[in-house]
């Protein structure tokens, strides 16, 4: 065969009656049946770069939080954001072509439509977790890479937000816009430094536990503190379920994910009562916070409290600049934010609200329409951006007093401080012990700003999860017919009832979500609308 492309995708046929899809977070699902999509990914990256004049573009393979024996796939735009849409459907539709010749016919064919020149240099950054499939799965990319033509750097073990750095920063070397130096030294320095900038000397109350879900968020998390002020200086880290030596142990009874889901702290943890932990998840892109407090009662502080925390903080900044007349602050948030926060951003914060599908893409291009949008999943994604218009205005503004002055360092070490690229663990981590620094608070302080209502989430397993298809940014479902006025019905029997399903993207399974004024109630709810979806997707 003399045709590179068809001889890649040769080397890695596709398993028979298996239909991939581009979902929420990329391709994800069982490793083993992963080789074809891994190297066809590695085809539509080089595509990607060519048509976008041979700008970098990432493939960083992971699954994140679902299990070990998952694997995924997910592209990477120039800047650090999540790949075009557009570009999702190609990939869906490249990952499911039958044979070698349909995909070098599909990669012709793209070229085409695209007016995409061939002979244009490609370039592609590749990484991936710590799961035991990666090594085979990366020279499935690879394989793709080199049967395109491509010039690739393979940056070995990375969190997911790493990578996308290292695309930013690849992009934008010697411009204007230069995010930073394109290696993992040039990540922990410019994370390190901003941190140390943005702490001002203040110091955050007692120690914080960091729960590293037994991914590459470990290794990478003891490299940044490396870099770090001394605990001395500014705060104690602890680093706990940091095994990457057992792959099989990610995210099993810790992580994120665990900690969101099941409301409680790992069964490992050993902290005291109101010491500051946190969870990443298994590729350092979540965070969620919690503590026990003196009675042993758990208490969590989910993305939804870090959105609230960051954005009263920053809002605080701006005005403390003196720049509130030219910056306006706006949060963005999924149907999976508890009502109470909601409630807080718009009438105590008096910000206002988005809601957007599930996905940090949908978050991400909400967020990209405000002069600082923050944004975050209650599961623990997010990050804040700031538009190019903010950026120029802090820049140039001139502080009016010392109080002025001091404010708008903190709010340019912010910036350094917080991942413009994509929502990052290490990061978001360190941003919310700057503010709860700068306002001497503890978890409980953090905790009392607003009440949550009680929520439950559950997992419906269904034969077929494509057929449950949502409207109003996931909070109605349209199909099966007739059952959100089923739902509708359990909603109104319970106080401040509020639920919804909707087909997982990373999973093969429906999520039901449900939130009421009581603990009982929002059980009883979850359970109610779990059974209707069971129900349906009989
Ligand atoms: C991914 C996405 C997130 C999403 C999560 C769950 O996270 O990046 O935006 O919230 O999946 O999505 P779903 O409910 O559709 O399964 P991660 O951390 O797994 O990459």
Partial sequence: MADPVAEAAQKHPAPEGLVYTYGTAGFRTKAEVLDSVMTRCGLIAALRSRALKG??????????????????????????????????VLSTEMANKATPEDVSQFYHEIAKKYNIDLSVPARVAVARDTRASGARLLGCVLDGLHGAGVEHKDYGFLTTPQLHYMVRC????????????????GYYEKFATAFKTALQGKKPKGSLTVDCANGV?????????????????????????????????????????????????????????????????????????????????????????????????LGDLVRQSGLADSIKIGVVQTAYANGAATNYVVDHLKLKVDCTATGVKYLHHAAEKLDIGVYFEANGHGTA????DTLDTIAKHEPKSTAQKEALEVLRACINLINQAVGDALSDFMLVEVVLAHKNWGPQEWL???????????????????IFQTTDAERKLVKPN????????????????????????????????????????ADDLARKVAKIVEQAGE
Wanted: net charge negative; charged share 30%; glycine share 6%.
């Fill in 55 to 88: 700008k970098w573009i990432g493939v960083m393979i992971t699954a994140s939080h679902n299990p070990p024996e998952d694997n995924g796939v997910k592209l990477v735009e120039p800047l650090g954001n999540m790949l075009q849409e557009e570009w999702e």
């Fill in 170 to 185: 690849l992009n934008t070397e010697g411009t204007k816009d230069a995010y930073g130096t394109p290696t993992e030294e």
């Fill in 217 to 313: 968020g470990g290794p990478k998390l003891t490299e940044l503190i490396k870099r770090l002020p001394s605990k001395e200086e500014a705060l104690e880290i602890f680093v706990v379920n940091d095994d990457v030596i057992k792959p099989e142990a990610l995210n099993v009874d810790c992580g994120a994910d665990y900690v969101k889901t099941n409301q409680r702290a790992p069964p490992s943890s050993k902290v005291g009562p109101n010491d500051r932990c946190c969870s990443l998840d298994g590729d350092a892109d979540r965070v969620v916070f919690y503590f026990k407090d003196a009675n042993n009662m758990f208490h969590l502080l989910d993305g939804d409290r870090i959105a609230t925390l960051v954005a009263s903080f």
């Fill in 385 to 388: 951006i700031f538009s190019h």
């Fill in 448 to 466: 009392s700003t607003y009440n949550d209502l009680p929520n439950r989430l559950l997992k419906v397993l269904v034969k077929d999860r494509t």
């Fill in 482 to 521: 007739g059952i959100q006025a089923k739902i509708d019905e359990e909603v109104q029997k319970v106080r401040q009832g509020r639920s919804f399903a909707r087909a997982s993207g990373t999973e093969d399974a429906v999520r039901v979500y449900a939130e009421a004024a009581t603990k009982a109630e």
